[in-house]
């Protein structure tokens, strides 16, 4: 039997009480939901060529950029996946690009995600969200 759903007011307080966060995880984890909006955004990342851009630009760091540690590198595809953040009017903000695939541009431009793909993932956490919480008036 599903837990019932929780009940979250149509206008939450932001940022979002811990306490409701917590059970939001939970609520998800129990239902399934991490587990479903993991796969389709691994699923979307992988299909996009995001997944083989990223690995692609770590191995030419570690051989060619001078990095010899995961941490290094990890903030140099962070830095680059997130180039761009706050630009106006370029479609380029927090790290995502407006076209249709998941690898733009070719080089760098590679490490930001597609709007495609931050789109696929938006939809199934909405439909995950959903399945486990009500929206009361009020």
């Known amino acids: 039997m599903p837990a019932p759903p929780l009940i979250i007011p149509s206008k939450p307080p932001t940022p979002l009480p811990s306490s409701l966060r917590?059970?939001?995880n939970s609520l998800l984890l129990t239902s399934?939901?991490?587990?479903?909006?993991?796969?389709?955004?691994l699923s979307s990342l992988q299909t996009s060529g995001w997944t083989e851009a990223v690995r692609n630009f770590a191995l030419e760091q570690f051989r060619e950029g001078g990095k010899t540690t995961f941490e290094e590198v990890m903030e140099v595809v962070l830095r680059e996946a997130l180039r761009g953040e706050g630009e106006e009017g370029r479609g380029k903000g927090k790290g995502v690009e407006s076209g249709r695939g998941g690898v733009e541009g070719g080089g760098r431009e590679g490490l930001r995600v597609s709007r495609r793909v931050?789109?696929?993932g938006l939809e199934v956490v909405r439909r995950e969200l959903e399945d486990v919480v009500e929206v009361s008036e009020g």
């Open 32 to 41: 399934g939901g991490i587990d479903r909006i993991h796969s389709q955004l």
């Open 118 to 120: 931050v789109d696929e």
């Open 22 to 24: 917590s059970d939001l």
